[in-house]
């Protein structure tokens, strides 16, 4: 059984919760009366039993900032927006996770997985190559050939908001 570590509401927290809630998308986290449906739905949560939406909603309701951005939990979400649409109180857990993970660079908290994504888009275009074999596998499912990837608008994005700079000096 997982031990469960109590938690105590500070002023810190509350004031991490209210941070939070003034971010786009995140407005709505009070609503949260923790029904599950976000959790029940959610792709993610089907496979790995850590991820939890409803959980993620309860923390942010309690300003648990270290639980929050410590781990790989809030890097697992696929930002599929399934919770987003299911949710009966419009609480937006994807939005949540977006501005979470937005802190999270913010103070260099990010996931050396996600920084290695980042490095090949940049390089790449693609989070991973797209090599012959992709686009033979491509073929056996009658798509076209994998489109080039917009390197010029995707450079100037990266440089526009420094993001590569934000996660901790991966250049290309
Ligand atoms: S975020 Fe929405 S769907 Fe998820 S537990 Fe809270 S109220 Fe329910
Ligand atoms: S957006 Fe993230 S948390 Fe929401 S259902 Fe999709 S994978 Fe789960």
Redesign the pocket.
């Known amino acids: 059984m997982t031990e469960q570590k109590e938690i105590k509401i500070t002023g810190e927290n509350t004031a991490f919760r209210n941070e939070l809630m003034q971010k786009k998308g995140a407005e709505r986290i009070m609503y949260?009366?923790?029904?599950?449906?976000?959790t029940a739905d959610c792709p993610v949560a089907k496979r790995v039993k850590e991820f939890r939406?409803?959980r993620i909603?309860r923390l942010a309701v309690l300003g648990q900032k270290d639980r929050l951005l410590s781990g790989d939990t809030l890097w697992l979400c696929a930002g599929c927006y399934t919770?987003y649409e299911?949710?009966?109180?419009k609480?937006k857990?994807s939005e949540i996770v977006s501005a979470l993970r937005n802190i999270a660079v913010e103070e260099g908290l990010v996931r050396p997985t996600f920084k290695a994504l980042m490095k090949s888009i940049s390089e790449k275009g693609y989070i991973y190559e797209i090599d012959e074999f992709e686009n033979e596998m491509r073929e056996d499912e009658g798509l076209p050939e994998a489109p080039s990837p917009a390197q010029e608008e995707i450079d100037k994005i990266l440089k526009k908001t420094g993001f590569m700079e934000r996660l901790g000096g991966v250049q290309r």
């Open positions: 949260c009366y923790q029904c599950g449906i976000c939406p409803r909603a919770c299911r949710c009966p109180e609480v857990v």
